[in-house]
């Protein structure tokens, strides 16, 4: 069974960093694609950043572009996002999700099939 448990959201000052953590187990991080994606109160869930092990590629959203960067740990089965720069409009829920229908989605969500509780970020102005 596929499960993903993220971590490492809170509080923080317009301009401070963040580190989420998804912590993956049921699968190994070999064959998959594992994104990040966030929801704001009013607003749909958009994808952040999404990595595809199928092609290597990286994906990441124009607003958390030189700001933010997904990385994997593969021996600690566990995904990250650093958050630099944050601003209020990175104010959200954040989860991560996992996908292994292959290469050439990006961060396209309804591909991705198995989702995390999510953990909340707020930046305060």
């Known amino acids: 069974e596929v499960q993903l448990v993220e971590s490492g959201g809170g509080l923080v000052q317009t301009g401070g960093s963040l580190r989420l953590s998804c912590a993956t187990s049921g699968f190994t991080l070999d064959d998959y694609a594992i994104g990040w994606f966030r929801q704001a109160p009013g607003k749909e869930r958009e994808g952040v950043s999404c990595?595809?092990?199928?092609?290597?590629?990286?994906y990441y959203a124009d607003s958390v572009k030189g700001r933010f960067t997904i990385s994997i740990d593969k021996a600690k089965d566990t995904v990250y996002l650093q958050m630099d720069s944050l601003k209020p409009e990175d104010t959200a829920a954040y989860f991560c999700?996992?996908?292994?229908?292959?290469?050439?989605?990006?961060?396209?969500?309804?591909?991705?099939?198995?989702w995390g509780q999510g953990t909340q970020v707020t930046v305060s102005s």
């Open positions: 990595f595809s092990a199928y092609d290597g590629r990286t």
């Open positions: 999700a996992v996908h292994f229908a292959g290469s050439g989605y990006g961060c396209e969500e309804d591909i991705f099939g198995d």
